[in-house]
């Protein structure tokens, strides 16, 4: 972006902020394909519109924009006053004229970016919190970023899919689905098997746990929770179970 680059040299951070950079173009690019009148239909979210997606991608990196500005100066500032608040906000941007949703759109990403472009290298280890309560550090803000681009991309619902997603993103989300799962949900949790990855270490399987298998991307699309369970098998047999919640 620009002339300028990052500050950070670290070349973990500088490669997620490369993927985070990329969603951000699919996004882009998949809003630009929608005409206006388009923007009104329905997503792949149930009870959302595009716009309602739109608002919320871009109420989004308001959000990140507000932690990333909170690990550069130490002054707490929360992705959003409580969960109401965030709501109430992404029905109203819903309702914006077309012109200004997609400035919205366009202005928070590139806003965003320059926070992070910005940001003082040792400030990335600064804990802030995100809006479900978890300590982070200032680098979780790329991948919470990361992942809302892409995914939202598809469920602008024009085309875009998990198998266009890179390789390193399905395995982050692949990662991130079964850390939440592990975390938020007791009693048996699937265990994820990619068809087209190398075995990945992990604890065995508790006993009783399902084991789900498929493509690496389609596994990422049903575990999310953005349906696509025909192509998937039980191990062992019998009917793939019902998708655990994730966010
Ligand atoms: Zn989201």
């Given at each position: 972006m620009g002339a300028r680059s990052d500050r950070t040299q670290d070349p973990e951070i500088i490669a997620a902020l490369l993927l985070a950079r990329r969603g951000q173009a699919f996004f882009s690019r998949k809003l630009a394909e929608l005409r206006d009148a388009e923007l009104d239909?329905?997503?792949?979210?149930?009870?959302?519109?595009?716009?309602?997606?739109?608002?919320?991608?871009?109420?989004?990196?308001?959000?990140?924009?507000?932690?990333?500005?909170?690990?550069?100066?130490?002054?707490?500032?929360?992705?959003?006053?409580?969960?109401?608040?965030?709501?109430?906000?992404?029905?109203?941007?819903?309702?914006?004229?077309t012109r200004a949703l997609r400035h919205l759109s366009a202005h928070a990403a590139v806003h965003l970016d320059v926070e992070w472009r910005d940001l003082d290298?040792?400030?990335?280890?600064?804990?802030?919190?995100?809006?479900?309560?978890?300590?982070?550090?200032?680098?979780?803000?790329?991948?919470?970023?990361?992942?809302?681009?892409?995914?939202?991309?598809?469920?602008?619902?024009?085309?875009?899919?998990?198998?266009?997603f890179p390789p390193e993103l399905v395995d982050g989300l692949l990662t991130d689905v079964e850390r939440v799962w592990h975390r938020?949900?007791?009693?048996?949790?699937?265990?994820?098997?990619?068809?087209?990855?190398?075995?990945?270490?992990?604890?065995?399987?508790?006993?009783?746990?399902?084991?789900?298998?498929?493509r690496a991307a389609d596994l990422a699309r049903w575990a999310t929770g953005r349906g696509g369970v025909a192509p998937l098998e039980r191990v062992g047999g019998g009917p793939v179970p019902d998708v655990l919640s994730w966010l």
């Open positions: 239909e329905p997503s792949l979210l149930s009870g959302w519109t595009r716009r309602h997606v739109i608002a919320h991608v871009g109420l989004n990196a308001r959000a990140l924009t507000r932690l990333t500005e909170w690990a550069a100066t130490g002054v707490e500032t929360p992705m959003y006053d409580s969960p109401e608040a965030r709501d109430a906000e992404i029905e109203f941007a819903a309702t914006l004229p290298p040792g400030a990335w280890e600064a804990v802030v919190r995100t809006a479900q309560g978890r300590e982070v550090p200032a680098t979780e803000t790329i991948w919470m970023r990361t992942r809302e681009v892409w995914i939202h991309a598809v469920d602008l619902d024009n085309g875009a899919t998990f198998r266009q938020k949900h007791s009693g048996p949790i699937p265990v994820l098997e990619p068809t087209d990855r190398p075995a990945r270490t992990r604890e065995p399987a508790a006993d009783g746990a399902p084991r789900v298998r498929g």
